[in-house]
Each structure stands twice: as structure tokens, then as C-alpha cells.
T-cell receptor, first 111, second 113 residues
Framework: TQLLEQSPQFLSIQEGENLTVYCNSS?????LQWYRQEPGEGPVLLVT?????EVKKLKRLTFQFGDARKDSSLHITAAQPGDTGLYLC???????????FGKGTLLTVNP | EAQVTQNPRYLITVTGKKLTVTCSQN?????MSWYRQDPGLGLRQIYY???????DKGDVPEGYKVSRKEKRNFPLILESPSPNQTSLYFC????????????FGNGTRLTVT
């Protein structure tokens, strides 16, 4: 059973378009993280959200944690080819050390 | 520079030949973990360690061993590799705060023939 469902699995868009990717679960998480992974490298943390309803912005990226802390979204405004990569969400539960990863959304931004 | 270093980056081996993938971090992190990444299956945790001499199974531990004799090192051992262990492996570390970022190595691509 996949605890964190990411959608869409694949997304190919043109430079300048906006997009949203989703991370959904039936479980409550104490925090949720988003990572980006580029080919040949390990994932790199983009943001951590910990409060239900929280919104964080990182330049053209906007992250939101659902009110019930079961879901999250990542919105990219005016996507650029440099945004291309695999976007992974990962949830933590309380003091449990385990971090559960979604399967990721593979984003391609074409120039 | 703060980093997690894995070696080797690429490894091709044959079924049954024991191998070790090394992982070292220079951030004094208590927590270290091994993941494998496979198409369509995402990142799955193999083993993790909360501190020296403390290790525990993740979601897919079968066929793997780990040890944590020093804080900085967390090697992954495949005693008798099989083709279904062909995968991309990542080592990661972080502090004991579950909200802190996981720092990943650059991966080891293993092929078992």
C-alpha cells in the first residue's frame, strides 16, 4: 500500500506555463517535505511544511500543506527548463524516524 | 563542504559475489539510511540507523546487511547479490529531528548479472 500518492506521474509542459503537482494520503503526517532530484544525483530538499494550511513560497514555487495534514501541493509559476526533474514528496509521523516517500512526479519543461 | 559520499558510483557484478557499498557523512548526523530507487516503485528504505551500533530494518531489508560501528560510516553489504538487487542505491543522513532535511549521496548504480 502506497501511503503517499503523487499525481501526475509524468508532466511535460512548455516553458512559461504554470503547473501543479499533488501529494495525497489517507494518513495524517506531522510534517511533509518536497525534494527535487536531477538525473545522476540524489534528491535535494526544497521545503518542509509542518502546520496544517501552511503555505510556503520559494521564488516561483508555492507549497501548501492541507488543513488536515493529509495532502500537499506544489505549484510552479512560469516554469523554466531548469525546473525539469523528479519531484518527490515525503511524509514524517511524529517522532518516528521513518520518512515515507511518494513515487514522484517527473516534470519536463521544454524550451 | 557538508556531504554524503557513496562509493562506488557504478558497480557491475555477478550473482553471489559479495560486495560492499560504502557511505560516509561529515555532518555529525545521528541518523543514516539506505534506499533503493526503482522505476515505478520510487524510493524504498532498506535499513536505517539512529546512532552508533543501532540499526533497524526498513521496508525492503531482505538480502542486505548494514553496520554502524562509527557515526560517520554506514556501509551496505550484499552477501550474495542476485539480479533482483539491480537498482540505484542512495545513502542519506540527517539529525534526529524528523523535520530536518535528508542529505543524500549521489547514488550507486548496481547491476547484478
Amino acid at each position: 500500500t502506497q501511503l503517499l500518492e503523487q499525481s501526475p506521474q509524468f508532466l511535460s509542459i512548455q516553458e512559461g506555463e504554470n503547473l501543479t503537482v499533488y501529494c495525497n494520503s489517507s494518513s495524517v503526517f506531522s510534517s511533509l517535505q518536497w525534494y527535487r532530484q536531477e538525473p545522476g544525483e540524489g534528491p535535494v530538499l526544497l521545503v518542509t511544511v509542518v502546520t496544517g494550511g501552511e503555505v510556503k513560497k520559494l521564488k516561483r514555487l508555492t507549497f501548501q500543506f492541507g488543513d488536515a495534514r493529509k495532502d500537499s501541493s506544489l505549484h510552479i509559476t512560469a516554469a523554466q527548463p531548469g525546473d525539469t526533474g523528479l519531484y518527490l514528496c515525503a511524509g514524517a509521523k511524529g517522532s518516528n524516524y521513518k520518512l515515507t516517500f511518494g513515487k514522484g512526479t517527473l516534470l519536463t519543461v521544454n524550451p | 563542504e557538508a556531504q554524503v559520499t557513496q562509493n562506488p558510483r557504478y558497480l557491475i557484478t555477478v550473482t553471489g559475489k559479495k560486495l560492499t557499498v560504502t557511505c560516509s557523512q561529515n555532518m555529525n548526523h545521528e541518523y543514516m539510511s539506505w534506499y533503493r530507487q526503482d522505476p515505478g516503485l520510487g524510493l524504498r528504505q532498506i535499513y536505517y540507523s539512529m546512532n552508533v551500533e543501532v540499526t533497524d530494518k526498513g521496508d525492503v531489508p531482505e538480502g542486505y546487511k548494514v553496520s554502524r560501528k562509527e557515526k560517520r560510516n554506514f556501509p551496505l553489504i550484499l552477501e550474495s547479490p542476485s539480479p533482483n538487487q539491480t537498482s540505484l542505491y542512495f545513502c542519506a543522513s540527517r539529525t534526529t529531528n524528523s523535520n530536518s532535511p535528508l542529505h543524500f549521496g549521489n547514488g550507486t548504480r548496481l547491476t547484478v548479472t
